[in-house]
């Protein structure tokens, strides 16, 4: 197994990705997943201000945590060969191999400056994860959209599906 640090993450990256070890624990999975990342990067701590991801999801999709939730949940259980290429953390995380070729290209292994949140999902989208995918089907998001949007997410809020 392969141990990987994750440098110069922003603390709000680093709250995402505990939640999402703790989303794919609830789930009963010992890995990360791309799905439990989005749900991750729109969680948090003490729900007194909104992630800037959750913010977005909910402007531009009308879609909170709770429906991604509900959409990670009504997801068939895996295939155990999208396990095979789990990779191990130094904390004893494990995730998906789409979720750490995300990570790497987000910035968040070996980037001198700090990743955000956004960095992230952008690298998600652009793995093209089919369980993230199919979780943004469930939930009626174009990923081509929802790249746009985390690009620019200040862009005006027309057409947002």
Same mark, same amino acid.
């Given at each position: 197994?392969?141990?990987?640090?994750?440098?110069?993450?922003?603390?709000?990256?680093?709250?995402?990705?505990?939640?999402?070890?703790?989303?794919?624990?609830?789930?009963?999975?010992?890995?990360?997943?791309?799905?439990?990342?989005?749900?991750?990067?729109?969680?948090?701590?003490?729900?007194?201000?909104?992630?800037?991801?959750?913010?977005?999801?909910?402007?531009?999709?009308? !879609?909170?945590?709770?429906? !991604?939730?509900?959409?990670?949940?009504?997801?068939?259980?895996?295939?155990?060969?999208?396990?095979?290429?789990?990779?191990?953390?130094?904390?004893?995380?494990?995730?998906?191999?789409?979720?750490?070729?995300?990570?790497?290209?987000?910035?968040?292994?070996?980037?001198?400056?700090?990743?955000?949140?956004?960095?992230?999902?952008?690298?998600?989208?652009?793995?093209?994860?089919?369980?993230?995918?199919?979780?943004?089907?469930?939930?009626?998001?174009?990923?081509?959209?929802?790249?746009?949007?985390?690009?620019?997410?200040?862009?005006?809020? !027309?057409?947002?599906?």
């Amino acid at each position: 197994m392969i141990t990987v640090q994750l440098e110069n993450v922003s603390r709000e990256v680093d709250v995402a990705l505990k939640a999402a070890h703790d989303n794919a624990a609830r789930f009963g999975r010992s890995y990360i997943g791309a799905e439990d990342v989005l749900f991750g990067l729109m969680y948090s701590p003490g729900h007194e201000l909104e992630s800037s991801v959750a913010r977005i999801m909910r402007q531009h999709f009308d !879609v909170g945590r709770s429906q !991604v939730s509900d959409a990670i949940k009504g997801i068939a259980v895996r295939s155990t060969t999208s396990v095979v290429h789990e990779q191990q953390l130094s904390g004893g995380i494990r995730f998906t191999r789409s979720v750490l070729r995300a990570l790497k290209l987000s910035g968040a292994l070996g980037a001198k400056e700090h990743t955000k949140r956004f960095d992230i999902l952008l690298g998600l989208i652009r793995t093209r994860d089919a369980m993230l995918l199919h979780v943004l089907k469930e939930l009626n998001i174009d990923p081509k959209r929802l790249e746009e949007v985390a690009k620019n997410p200040n862009m005006p809020l !027309v057409g947002s599906r």
